[in-house]
């Protein structure tokens, strides 16, 4: 895959809302073309809504989406929800087991996407995508009840990747596997952020994972942007808002990472 431009993405006070349940809350966050951006918060906190409107799966009620670029003119960029846009913006889901259809294999699986934005170039982009996420040919004509589920969320990255999109919607990738492969996952998908300099924004309850992968963070509570901070800044606990200090005491694994024997 070449060099590629580099896209970021500019939310201005969005808004979602469920038959007058608001689930997102004017909010706002500008993520920088390149930049790893986390979304943390306790569960139904609108973590996954904020994923799901920016790539039109939620009913936006107000506020805007706008992909930018360092070098280009917003509006000339792709609009929210056209196919260009879709293109440029993938998502991976949280569960491995929901987002993979189980009587399809891999390869349809992997072309499916292709066939939608009219590529044609399919067996050399299948077969670069399951190099990429470490999985290899072997596994092109297996059904998902085959892999197993670090197996499977690495199947839904090569989906994810094989249209050679600029920023990926991470809805906590790797809370559904065991620590052990966990780690993996995440290590494979900072390769490749780093590979493809893409964009990252990453949804996780847990700290630790946010504060390893990402470079800056939303804390969310009930729709609403509790701060918006640094990594540097929660590593070394500069956090201002209570909220925020009880994720942290609530996250075993930040415990682990931030106060080494
Ligand atoms: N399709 C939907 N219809 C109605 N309510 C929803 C829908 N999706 C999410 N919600 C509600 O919106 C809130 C935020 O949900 P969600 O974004 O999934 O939170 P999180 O990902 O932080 O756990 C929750 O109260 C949830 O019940
Ligand atoms: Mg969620």
């Known amino acids: 895959m070449n060099a590629r431009q580099t896209l970021g993405l500019d939310v201005r006070q969005l808004r979602v809302s469920y038959d007058g349940f608001v689930a997102v809350a004017d909010t706002s966050f ?29 009913p936006k009620t107000s506020g805007t989406v706008q992909l930018c670029s360092d070098g280009q003119a917003a509006a000339t960029l792709p609009a929210p929800g056209s196919k260009a846009f879709r293109r440029r913006v993938q998502m991976v889901f949280q569960d491995p087991y929901g987002s993979l259809h189980p009587r399809q294999t891999v390869d349809r699986i992997l072309a499916e996407p ?52 600029q920023i990926l919607l991470l809805d906590e990738p790797t809370s559904a596997l065991d620590a052990s492969v966990q780690a993996e996952v995440l290590n494979l998908l900072e390769e490749l952020r780093r590979r493809h300099q893409l964009t990252f924004i990453m949804v996780s309850h847990d700290l630790a994972v946010v504060t390893h992968l990402c470079q800056r963070l939303m804390v969310m509570q009930r729709g609403q942007t509790v701060e918006l901070l640094s990594s540097a800044d929660l590593a070394a606990r500069r956090v201002s808002q209570p909220y925020t200090l009880s994720l942290m005491q609530a996250s075993a694994g930040f415990k682990r990472i931030s106060m080494p024997a």
């Open 30 to 58: 500008h993520i920088a073309p390149g930049e790893s951006f986390g979304i943390v918060g306790e569960s139904g906190s609108g973590k996954s809504t904020v994923l799901r409107a920016i790539c039109g799966l939620a």
């Open 114 to 165: 292709l066939a939608i934005h009219g590529i044609d170039d399919a067996e050399t982009r299948i077969e670069r995508a399951l190099d990429e996420v470490g999985l290899g040919q072997g596994f092109r004509f297996r059904y998902p009840h085959q892999l197993s589920g670090g197996q499977r969320q690495r199947i839904a990255i090569a989906r994810a990747l094989i249209l050679e999109p």
